[in-house]
């Protein structure tokens, strides 16, 4: 059974960084694309990035160019790095495993002045 476990969220004003880590309970090499996803309430959960096994990245319109997901296989942990946050990021951002259809708990950020 895989777990996720992210953290990494906080309270940042507009225009800062904060960086999410995901931590994965086996080998992330084989387990194929990671991804983040977010969550607002009475909002359906939308997609913010994704790496797969060769490390093709792929982001979602609102956020490319700010923010980066990277991986350290070592470490099986999977991260996202958010830059020039903006109000609009607040959310519940969620680990995904695909190909195992599982979730972390989500880590909050909230993005205010």
């Known amino acids: 059974q895989v777990q996720l476990v992210e953290s990494g969220g906080g309270l940042v004003q507009p225009g800062g960084s904060l960086t999410l880590s995901c931590k994965v309970s086996?080998?992330?090499?084989?387990?194929?694309?990671m991804a983040w996803h977010r969550q607002v309430p009475r909002k359906q959960r939308e997609f913010v990035a994704s790496?797969?096994?060769?490390?093709?990245?792929a982001y979602a319109t609102a956020v490319e160019g700010r923010f980066t997901i990277s991986r350290n296989i070592a470490q099986n942990t999977v991260y996202l790095q958010m830059n020039s946050l903006k109000l609009d990021d607040t959310a519940v951002y969620y680990c995904h495993a695909p190909s195992f259809d599982i979730w972390g708990q989500g880590t909050q950020v909230t993005v205010s002045s």
């Open positions: 086996r080998s992330i090499s084989g387990i194929g694309t």
């Open positions: 790496i797969n096994r060769n490390g093709r990245t």
